[in-house]
């Protein structure tokens, strides 16, 4: 089975109702434009880009380059008494959603104190992270050791790469290590990113299950069009790929 754990749904739509107030009330003073976006943008990468040992446009060291956002925020920030933000996704149809009510301003519900709506969203967010099918059955092969779970994982807006890396070690604490495998996919988006990746993880998963091999590092080949075939290898969390020197192109150029 290949893994790939998702999200907290509940507290997403939650902090989409938080991120569209902090837009859109007070006439859009938090609004950023497309200029700022790629400020933004900029900023972490030249922050970022390095701390794995070349600069490639891709950020492999995730967990170090968190730890440079208030360095890159404060710069950025604009000077007191301007008002300056934007995003996109305000959780305006979770909102109706919540209330029943078609026409309701989402503007006007506060996540941090939802009121008579708290019932409600305990009631969704409960159904959302109740215990599946999948979930029971993949725990009941774990007990039986009779496969082993291979569980690449792409950054997303709505899939965050730190809550799929909690649920992640969660699952690997109920099941055992020698069950389960979680990667994570440096350069890689929701569909985009500098890095659109093609690795092999059927055939990780059908070695493992037909001749008892565990997948490690696995290689990881970039489709982008104009850096096709370059490769990387795919670390098992909390590892990622630092770059040694040599041709930045080939996998063999990196070590965990």
Avoid at 22 to 34: E, I
Avoid at 104 to 125: C, E, K, R
Avoid at 162 to 190: A, E, I, K, N, Q
Wanted: charged share 20%.
């Amino acid at each position: 089975m290949n893994l790939r754990p998702a999200l907290s749904y509940t507290g997403l739509r939650l902090s989409n109702v938080v991120l569209g107030r902090a837009l859109y009330l007070n006439n859009g003073a938090g609004w950023l434009d497309v200029n700022k976006t790629v400020l933004l943008e900029n900023a972490v990468m030249k922050a970022c880009d390095t701390l794995d040992g070349v600069v490639d446009g891709i950020i492999s060291n995730v967990a170090a380059c968190k730890l440079q956002a208030p360095a890159v925020l404060a710069a950025l920030r604009c000077p007191a008494g301007k008002n300056d933000a934007n995003q996109w996704v305000t959780g305006d149809q979770w909102v109706k959603f919540i209330t029943r009510i078609p026409t309701f301003n989402s503007l006007t519900f506060d996540p941090l104190n939802p009121g008579t709506y708290q019932a409600q969203i305990q009631q969704v967010s409960a159904e959302a992270m109740r215990p599946t099918p999948t979930s029971q059955r993949l725990s009941r092969r774990a007990a039986k050791r009779s496969s082993l779970t291979v569980s690449p994982m792409k950054s997303s807006a709505r899939i965050r790469r730190s809550t799929t890396t909690t649920r992640s070690c969660r699952s690997s604490v109920r099941l055992p290590l020698s069950f389960v495998r979680f990667y994570l996919m440096p350069g890689v988006g929701h569909g985009t990113g500098p890095f659109l990746p093609q690795v092999d993880s059927l055939g990780a998963l059908e070695q493992g299950v037909k001749n008892d091999t565990t997948p490690e590092t696995l290689t990881v080949t970039d489709s982008t069009a104009a850096t096709a075939v370059r490769t990387r290898p795919l670390c098992r969390y909390p590892t990622w790929p630092k770059y040694t020197g040599g041709d930045v192109n080939f996998s063999s150029e990196f070590q965990l």
